[in-house]
């Protein structure tokens, strides 16, 4: 080849340098959003049935979110386009135990991160639990190996007087309440504290899906449990002096509170009984110095009656009889 050809093509080759690197700049590399759960954060306990805000921090520091994508176990759930990037997850119809939120972040360029979280869904969490029927919440305690509410059941679909009752037909009362309209029953004063009297048929399928009204069997064992003898707890009347582990440390007339060691909270809630409330006006032995609660169990001697405890003021022990399934008592749950 020519020298003058060489030199012609080194100058081309020096030119087209020149010119690209005088007007062509570095491609541009878009960055992928950030992507953070901040709510719940990972191993967090939820009561089945509450409502969780998920909640999640996206930015684009080069261009802006689109959109945000939240998934429980790989499922798509929901999606979220504006500030601030939530979503409600409402847990009552999710399992109990562990699941995996999942959110993706889009920027405007198509770019995507993630981030997940496992968190742990329980009916009992902080000692509570959820009544999905009418969203009551109930504390519960673990006594031995049964788990109590350890407070009286608040269930009321409907409401009577306590001039009316039945040995068959369900029948529910609130203390103190003589009308038929269930929203006036729960504004009662006594309702919030006491829960709701049922007589026996209603009592025997009034505790919420898992957990079921005691057998005489099941409060003997707690009653064991607690320190009561075999012989004591097989016996009837007052036995023992358990009842004041039972009972509330307030709430009790007559400075007959307990000390409540076993955290049941036993309150006196009452009875209705021969149409009346018994404690309301005129009577005695109700509301504030006894409560009654129903076990599932008939008395096998008479099937027009069922065992019961009872706890008073001014007994330290746990009685144990059997009353008449028309009378309306107290109801402790106890899981299944």
């Given at each position: 080849?020519k020298k ?5 093509l ?5 030119l087209l ?20 759960i ?13 409502v ?14 689109t ?6 176990d790989?499922f798509?759930?929901?999606?979220a386009t ?10 009552k ?17 198509g770019?995507l ?6 968190v ?10 959820t ?20 407070e009286?059941?608040a ?5 009577s ?6 040995y068959?037909?369900?029948y ?8 038929s ?25 009034a ?19 607690i320190g ?5 707890a ?8 358990e009842g004041?582990k039972l009972?509330a ?5 007559s ?8 955290g049941?909270s ?6 209705r009984?021969d149409n ?11 509301v ?12 096998e ?10 706890l ?12 008449n ?6 109801v402790r749950?106890?899981?299944?």
């Amino acid at each position: 080849m020519k020298k003058s050809n060489l030199l012609s093509l080194s100058a081309l080759i020096v030119l087209l340098i020149s010119m690209i690197s005088c007007t062509d700049e570095p491609p541009t590399i878009n960055e992928a959003p950030t992507c953070e759960i901040t709510n719940p954060s990972e191993g967090s306990e939820i009561e089945q049935g509450e409502v969780v805000t998920i909640t999640v921090d996206a930015k684009d520091s080069d261009g802006s979110i689109t959109e945000v994508k939240f998934y429980v176990d790989g499922f798509d759930v929901g999606l979220a386009t504006d500030f601030p990037y939530n979503f409600e997850w409402d847990t009552k119809n999710i399992s109990i135990g562990t699941h995996t939120i999942r959110a993706k972040a889009k920027d405007d360029n198509g770019n995507l991160s993630k981030d997940e979280v496992e968190v742990e869904v329980g009916e009992i969490v902080n000692g509570q639990f959820t009544d999905f029927r009418d969203g009551h919440k109930y504390k519960a305690v673990e006594i031995g190996t049964q788990i109590w509410m350890a407070e009286n059941l608040a269930w009321l679909p409907k409401v009577s007087p306590p001039s009316s009752g039945s040995y068959s037909t369900p029948y529910y009362y609130v203390y103190g309440y003589n009308g038929s309209n269930v929203t006036n029953a729960k504004a009662e004063r006594y309702y919030e504290t006491y829960g709701v009297l049922y007589n026996w048929t209603a009592a025997s399928n009034a505790c919420p899906d898992n957990w079921h009204l005691p057998t005489d069997e099941e409060w003997k064992q707690l009653e064991m449990y607690i320190g009561m003898s075999q012989s004591d707890a097989d016996a009837t009347g007052y036995r023992g002096t358990e009842g004041e582990k039972l009972k509330a440390t307030s709430g009790w007339n007559s400075n007959g509170n307990g000390t409540d060691e076993y955290g049941f909270s036993a309150l006196p809630g009452g009875l209705r009984f021969d149409n009346h409330y018994v404690g309301y006006p005129g009577r005695v032995n109700g509301v504030h110095d006894k409560g009654y609660w129903w076990s599932a169990t008939m008395n096998e001697s008479d099937n027009s009656t069922a065992w019961y405890r009872r706890l008073t003021d001014d007994e330290s022990g746990v009685r144990r009889s059997d009353f008449n399934r028309d009378g309306g008592h107290s109801v402790r749950c106890v899981r299944d």
